[in-house]
């Protein structure tokens, strides 16, 4: 068999998390890995039921999982957005391999629950700390069965929940190299955006330290919540409201129309 025939069958075996703890940017690549002698026992959330499933396929000798790579998380999970706290700063769907998370620029973010892999990779953009990994669906990882019998209803599920991940990978993907390719084509003719006048400041890094002090004072009351008799807390939380009204008020200057903004003595250099 060639490789580009074994290739397809590898990756049909992956569970389509797209999340990288292979060492690879996705399943497929770790499929072409495999086919060229990578060891079997590097894919986290498939664990031990895909490493056999390869070794049948592959047949090989089955491994346990390869610790170094992490340990496979007993539930499904997905990546859950704090609306309230979201800033609107579209990194999440920037890192999103599977186009699972709706919103626009300065507006709240949404995950698609059935669409998220749960993959993990945009909890770390996120500037404010504010999308969380949830237990999601009861559906398991992986559908892989020793013998030919038929797969169970939440196994099919399983299954089609990796197809449709794979088909938006690749969709994903080829989106993302139009974008790169146009924007080569492009760089000979590129104008180079006009500095923003004195008048219309960039409210972007208000608006995020903004976000971000609201998020140090919710951690805070609630840790404080859960503990009452932590003095350490109590005394940092005047400091910590202090931070999110100069913070907001700060953002709320910055964002009043140039007519209204009040010159303070601050404001005259
Ligand atoms: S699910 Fe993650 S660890 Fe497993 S093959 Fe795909 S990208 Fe690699
Ligand atoms: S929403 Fe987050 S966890 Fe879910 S697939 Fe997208 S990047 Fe991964």
């Known amino acids: 068999m060639t490789d580009a025939q074994l290739i397809p069958l590898i990756d049909a075996q992956l569970p389509q998390t797209q999340c ?82 709706v919103g626009a620029a300065k507006r709240m973010h949404t995950v698609i629950v059935d669409e998220c892999t749960g993959c993990d990779l945009c909890v770390a953009p996120c500037p404010v700390d504010c999308i969380d990994m949830v237990a999601g669906p009861d559906i398991p990882m992986t559908w892989h069965r020793p013998d030919a019998a038929p797969l169970s209803a939440n196994e099919a599920a399983a299954k089609a929940r990796a197809d449709k991940a794979r088909a938006r990978f690749e969709a994903h993907q080829a989106r993302e190299a139009k974008r790169v390719a146009a924007k080569a084509a492009s760089r000979p003719n590129a104008v180079i955006a006009a500095p923003k006048s004195a008048g219309a400041p960039d409210t972007s890094a208000l608006m995020i330290a903004a976000a971000l002090a609201r998020s140090q004072l919710k951690k805070a009351q609630k840790q404080l919540a859960a503990q009452a008799d932590n003095a350490t807390l109590k005394a940092r939380l005047p400091a910590l409201e202090k931070a999110v009204i100069d913070a907001e008020a700060a953002l709320a200057k910055a964002q009043a129309p140039a007519s209204k903004r009040v010159r303070t003595t601050g404001d005259i250099s």
């Open 20 to 101: 990288g703890q292979c060492g690879h940017p996705g399943c497929a690549p770790y499929a072409e890995a495999i086919a060229a002698g990578e060891a079997i026992n590097h894919c986290v959330p498939g664990g031990q039921a895909t490493i056999d499933a390869l070794a049948r396929l592959l047949d090989k000798p089955s491994l346990p999982l390869d610790p170094a790579y992490g340990v496979t998380p007993e539930h499904r999970l997905v990546a859950f957005i704090r609306e309230d706290e979201c800033i609107g700063c579209t990194k999440c769907i920037q890192a999103c391999p599977v186009d699972a998370i």
